[in-house]
Each structure stands twice: as C-alpha cells, then as structure tokens.
C-alpha cells in the first residue's frame, strides 16, 4: 500500500464517519462533561493543596 492510496482511504473514512453524528455520542452531554472534569480537578487541586501545608 502506497502513501498516497492509504492517504486517500483515510480521507473517504473521515468524510463517511461524520455524517449526521458530530462525533459524539448521543449519551454523552457536553455540560455534564465539563462540569465533571471540573470537579474532578476542584477535587484533584484540593487534595494537593492539603499535602502542601508547610509551604
């Protein structure tokens, strides 16, 4: 397989896969993901903030 043809494979796959879907999943919500990783990381800040008392 050529460079050029499997270039071109990719390119029919990416134009095909897209269609109608966006890319996500129907379950998956953007604002309970982003409010999830958020936590998380409130979460994540907090415990580090907690090993750091002597500073």
Do not use: C, K
């Not at 879907?21 to 998380?40: C, D, M, Q, R, W």
């Amino acid at each position: 397989m050529s460079f050029h043809s499997t270039a071109a494979q990719i390119v029919t796959l990416a134009s095909e896969g897209g269609e109608g879907h966006g890319g996500n999943h129907e379950s998956l919500s953007p604002y309970l993901t982003g409010i999830g990783a958020f936590v998380i990381l409130m979460i994540l800040l907090w415990i580090t903030t907690r090993f750091n008392r002597d500073r």
